[in-house]
């Protein structure tokens, strides 16, 4: 018999009310939950091994968001029907979970542990995500797993000027800022989104309604965590160390770390001389310790010595930062690298841009399609397009190592997305009928390499006559803590990076931000050193702005000679019947005669005609072929016609594409005509008029004689 279910419910705003239950689902697990909100129910399942693997020397923590299609009544359309692989949604989804818990866990803790959430039951105005990393957590706190601290997310919209905590779906839509932040009771962990050109001062007041919602949620997961009654958290082995040691590889080593890391060497040199003073080092400690020449240390030993010798570069380093303002390549805090790029630097590709930053290089590209190019976004609620899409690639060689080539990994996917959702801010309204696609492939890494997609992209797009209204940028700040010091720094390299208390990308333009990525690693960053961090990055920005200005200062004004042609027109609904004729002759026809490829879509009550093309003057005559099917024929105006066929009594012309007219053997000439030999023959081009209709048939009756000259009337001879 099932146990009953111990639940907490708690009010997010507005009479929302979110349920947190354990107890009847995946008892087996170290954690279970289902998180309900509306019709929304999320399952976050957590299990830890209760022992590290044998030399295990990092923590694997695995987190997989996914989401059933029987959760919204749907069959999912893959050729398998059964759930794959995670979609990109997914991924990112995963990621957002990732990034705020893997801080949670103790430093030396290298037991396995896997999280998996699962969407079981779809509310179409609930967005799951936003709940997910509650569940996760909720998951964690039920179970005596070791973590430190309980956290939450929340997604802070703004709809017609108001801040709202997790708004619904259809609000989102109308919504000028998304954000999804995490933290725990006290401290800030993690946020993520976009914005159309927010300020600085709107995400300080984003992060504090954001912190104060999870408060809420982490006190819900408190509570809960007592009504389980969970007795303490497990013990787990912790790695061994010998102080000793610890010691001989500083006082050896910390002299020679600090001459590297001030010796403004590039990335390859520095890890070179790095790696020459640990084998120096291993040397040292086989002769401290009286090992025989030619044999080796022993394993622990050398694995202690290299985890020692790692602890060292990153204290010295740290402090070097903190007390002397100085960084591994030389640069002040806020300098940002030496900066080199260029548009048009490949043949083929309808806009592409190189662009580099000191030891970071993006190359990108721009391909211009048609609306039958748009990407498919399916997840369990709903199924869109988008005609928007951003790609990265970061392949081996841009770090300078070998490894397998793969499917794009959720890094990839998390860079990609984070470029593509800043530059989105700027793409024109939905009148741009082009499916955009932009690449970035990653030729160089040394820090911030979504920064780089970012500027390249925007440089490609406006290369690609695309016309974005202004540039966007970016830039990656990180942050060093000791105590109340504390030192911020513009355009982080990638060891500043992984040395670094937090790593914090913002894009935008000269007027506001557009994406935000950050996460944060350490306790207590307080708000005014993160309205400081937003003011050195808006100073970065607008510096690495002014130098896209001078490569390109503007949207070309065409699209390049070899990019498809676009024309978008909008025609009234009772004609969309008619360009496309029966069985599609009518349409079939505008394209082999013109070489075009025409799209037409039912919306808002009107029938929306894009016309693409390679050549301009196909593209041309395809739109007044258009134009020509659904204008209505008015009496007076003038057309140039084509004479389709002869008969006795005159000759019917196409006036305007569809639409034929009989000009009557009496309207062809001032002259009396017996017959229309030698005046009009098939094929002809001729001016005509329209005089009327038939008001029995309605068909167009058109005269030519009425544009010609009428001769003057001679008067007869008098007798």
């Given at each position: 018999?099932?146990?009953?279910?111990?639940?907490?419910?708690?009010?997010?705003?507005?009479?929302?009310?979110?349920?947190?239950?354990?107890?009847?689902?995946?008892?087996?697990?170290?954690?279970?939950?289902?998180?309900?909100?509306?019709?929304?129910?999320?399952?976050?399942?957590?299990?830890?091994?209760?022992?590290?693997?044998?030399?295990?020397?990092?923590?694997?923590?695995?987190?997989?968001?996914?989401?059933?299609?029987?959760?919204?009544?749907?069959?999912?359309?893959?050729?398998?029907?059964?759930?794959?692989?995670?979609?990109?949604?997914?991924?990112?989804?995963?990621?957002?979970?990732?990034?705020?818990?893997?801080?949670?866990?103790?430093?030396?803790?290298?037991?396995?542990?896997?999280?998996?959430?699962?969407?079981?039951?779809?509310?179409?105005?609930?967005?799951?995500?936003?709940?997910?990393?509650?569940?996760?957590?909720?998951?964690?706190?039920?179970?005596?797993?070791?973590?430190?601290?309980?956290?939450?997310?929340?997604?802070?919209?703004?709809?017609?000027?108001?801040?709202?905590?997790?708004?619904?779906?259809?609000?989102?839509?109308?919504?000028?800022?998304?954000?999804?932040?995490?933290?725990?009771?006290?401290?800030?962990?993690?946020?993520?989104?976009?914005?159309?050109?927010?300020?600085?001062?709107?995400?300080?007041?984003?992060?504090?309604?954001?912190?104060?919602?999870?408060?809420?949620?982490?006190?819900?997961?408190?509570?809960?965590?007592?009504?389980?009654?969970?007795?303490?958290?497990?013990?787990?082995?912790?790695?061994?160390?010998?102080?000793?040691?610890?010691?001989?590889?500083?006082?050896?080593?910390?002299?020679?770390?600090?001459?590297?890391?001030?010796?403004?060497?590039?990335?390859?040199?520095?890890?070179?001389?790095?790696?020459?003073?640990?084998?120096?080092?291993?040397?040292?400690?086989?002769?401290?310790?009286?090992?025989?020449?030619?044999?080796?240390?022993?394993?622990?030993?050398?694995?202690l010595a290299g985890n020692y010798y790692n602890d060292l570069q990153y204290y010295v380093v740290r402090d070097m930062i903190l007390d002397e303002k100085v960084r591994l390549d030389g640069r002040g805090l806020e300098d940002i690298r030496q900066l080199d790029m260029e548009v048009?630097?490949?043949?083929?590709?309808?806009?592409?841009?190189?662009?580099?930053?000191?030891?970071?290089?993006?190359?990108?590209?721009?391909?211009?399609?048609?609306?039958?190019?748009?990407?498919?976004?399916?997840?369990?609620?709903?199924?869109?397009?988008?005609?928007?899409?951003?790609?990265?690639?970061?392949?081996?060689?841009?770090?300078?190592?070998?490894?397998?080539?793969?499917?794009?990994?959720?890094?990839?996917?998390?860079?990609?997305?984070?470029?593509?959702?800043?530059?989105?801010?700027?793409?024109?309204?939905?009148?741009?009928?082009?499916?955009?696609?932009?690449?970035?492939?990653?030729?160089?890494?040394?820090?911030?390499?979504?920064?780089?997609?970012?500027?390249?992209?925007?440089?490609?797009?406006?290369?690609?006559?695309?016309?974005?209204?202004?540039?966007?940028?970016?830039?990656?700040?990180?942050?060093?803590?000791?105590?109340?010091?504390?030192?911020?720094?513009?355009?982080?390299?990638?060891?500043?990076?992984?040395?670094?208390?937090?790593?914090?990308?913002?894009?935008?333009?000269?007027?506001?931000?557009?994406?935000?990525?950050?996460?944060?690693?350490?306790?207590?960053?307080?708000?005014?050193?993160?309205?400081?961090?937003?003011?050195?990055?808006?100073?970065?920005?607008?510096?690495?702005?002014?130098?896209?200005?001078?490569?390109?200062?503007?949207?070309?004004?065409?699209?390049?000679?070899?990019?498809?042609?676009?024309?978008?027109?909008?025609?009234?609904?009772?004609?969309?019947?008619?360009?496309?004729?029966?069985?599609?002759?009518?349409?079939?026809?505008?394209?082999?005669?013109?070489?075009?490829?025409?799209?037409?879509?039912?919306?808002?009550?009107?029938?929306?005609?894009?016309?693409?093309?390679?050549?301009?003057?196909?593209?041309?005559?395809?739109?007044?072929?258009?134009?020509?099917?659904?204008?209505?024929?008015?009496?007076?105006?003038?057309?140039?016609?084509?004479?389709?066929?002869?008969?006795?009594?005159?000759?019917?012309?196409?006036?305007?594409?569809?639409?034929?007219?009989?000009?009557?053997?009496?309207?062809?000439?001032?002259?009396?005509?017996?017959?229309?030999?030698?005046?009009?023959?098939?094929?002809?081009?001729?001016?005509?008029?329209?005089?009327?209709?038939?008001?029995?048939?309605?068909?167009?009756?058109?005269?030519?004689?009425?544009?010609?000259?009428?001769?003057?009337?001679?008067?007869?001879?008098?007798?």
């Amino acid at each position: 018999m099932l146990q009953q279910p111990i639940r907490k419910t708690f009010d997010i705003g507005d009479g929302r009310m979110v349920t947190i239950e354990t107890g009847r689902l995946a008892r087996q697990a170290d954690g279970a939950v289902t998180v309900s909100m509306g019709n929304c129910m999320l399952l976050a399942t957590v299990v830890a091994n209760k022992e590290a693997k044998e030399g295990q020397s990092f923590f694997p923590l695995t987190v997989d968001y996914q989401e059933k299609f029987a959760s919204a009544g749907r069959i999912p359309g893959s050729f398998f029907k059964r759930e794959a692989k995670l979609n990109d949604y997914e991924v990112l989804t995963s990621r957002l979970i990732d990034r705020a818990l893997r801080p949670l866990f103790p430093e030396d803790y290298f037991c396995e542990v896997q999280v998996l959430v699962t969407l079981i039951s779809s509310d179409s105005e609930i967005l799951p995500d936003a709940l997910a990393c509650l569940a996760a957590s909720s998951a964690l706190a039920v179970s005596d797993i070791p973590i430190k601290e309980i956290i939450s997310e929340v997604r802070v919209g703004r709809v017609d000027g108001q801040f709202k905590i997790n708004p619904g779906r259809t609000e989102m839509e109308k919504s000028d800022i998304e954000f999804i932040v995490a933290a725990t009771d006290k401290n800030l962990m993690m946020v993520e989104g976009e914005a159309q050109e927010c300020s600085e001062a709107d995400l300080c007041k984003v992060l504090e309604l954001a912190h104060d919602a999870i408060r809420i949620q982490v006190k819900a997961q408190e509570e809960l965590r007592e009504l389980v009654g969970v007795k303490g958290k497990r013990e787990y082995e912790k790695p061994a160390q010998d102080e000793a040691l610890r010691e001989k590889v500083n006082a050896f080593a910390r002299q020679k770390v600090y001459e590297v890391a001030k010796g403004k060497l590039g990335k390859s040199d520095r890890s070179e001389k790095f790696k020459a003073i640990k084998d120096e080092l291993l040397e040292f400690l086989k002769k401290d310790l009286n090992i025989a020449e030619g044999e080796e240390l022993p394993d622990e030993t050398k694995k202690l010595a290299g985890n020692y010798y790692n602890d060292l570069q990153y204290y010295v380093v740290r402090d070097m930062i903190l007390d002397e303002k100085v960084r591994l390549d030389g640069r002040g805090l806020e300098d940002i690298r030496q900066l080199d790029m260029e548009v048009d630097v490949l043949p083929s590709p309808h806009g592409a841009a190189l662009f580099t930053r000191g030891e970071t290089q993006s190359l990108t590209t721009v391909t211009l399609g048609t609306p039958l190019d748009e990407l498919l976004v399916e997840s369990a609620a709903k199924s869109d397009y988008t005609r928007f899409i951003l790609h990265y690639n970061f392949p081996p060689f841009s770090t300078g190592e070998v490894k397998m080539m793969r499917a794009p990994g959720r890094r990839e996917v998390g860079h990609g997305n984070l470029a593509m959702r800043s530059l989105k801010q700027m793409m024109p309204a939905e009148d741009f009928a082009y499916t955009v696609r932009v690449v970035s492939d990653i030729l160089e890494s040394n820090g911030s390499s979504s920064m780089a997609t970012v500027c390249a992209g925007s440089l490609a797009l406006m290369d690609a006559g695309v016309p974005i209204p202004k540039h966007v940028s970016g830039v990656a700040m990180g942050l060093i803590t000791k105590g109340d010091k504390y030192s911020i720094l513009s355009d982080i390299l990638g060891d500043e990076d992984h040395l670094g208390d937090m790593d914090f990308k913002v894009t935008g333009t000269r007027d506001g931000i557009c994406g935000v990525q950050m996460d944060i690693k350490v306790d207590g960053l307080k708000m005014e050193v993160m309205a400081q961090a937003l003011e050195q990055a808006r100073k970065g920005r607008l510096h690495i702005l002014n130098a896209m200005y001078k490569c390109i200062p503007e949207a070309r004004a065409e699209v390049k000679p070899h990019a498809p042609r676009m024309v978008k027109m909008f025609i009234e609904r009772e004609f969309i019947g008619a360009v496309i004729g029966p069985g599609g002759k009518v349409i079939q026809e505008i394209q082999r005669e013109t070489g075009t490829t025409i799209n037409i879509e039912e919306i808002n009550n009107m029938g929306e005609v894009s016309i693409f093309g390679t050549n301009k003057e196909g593209v041309e005559k395809a739109h007044n072929w258009v134009k020509g099917i659904v204008a209505v024929p008015t009496v007076g105006d003038v057309y140039e016609a084509t004479v389709k066929s002869i008969m006795q009594f005159g000759a019917f012309v196409e006036f305007l594409p569809g639409k034929q007219g009989l000009v009557h053997i009496s309207e062809v000439s001032w002259k009396r005509l017996e017959t229309l030999d030698g005046i009009l023959n098939e094929g002809d081009k001729v001016k005509v008029k329209l005089i009327g209709t038939d008001p029995k048939s309605g068909k167009f009756k058109l005269s030519r004689k009425i544009l010609l000259p009428k001769p003057e009337r001679q008067d007869k001879p008098t007798a």
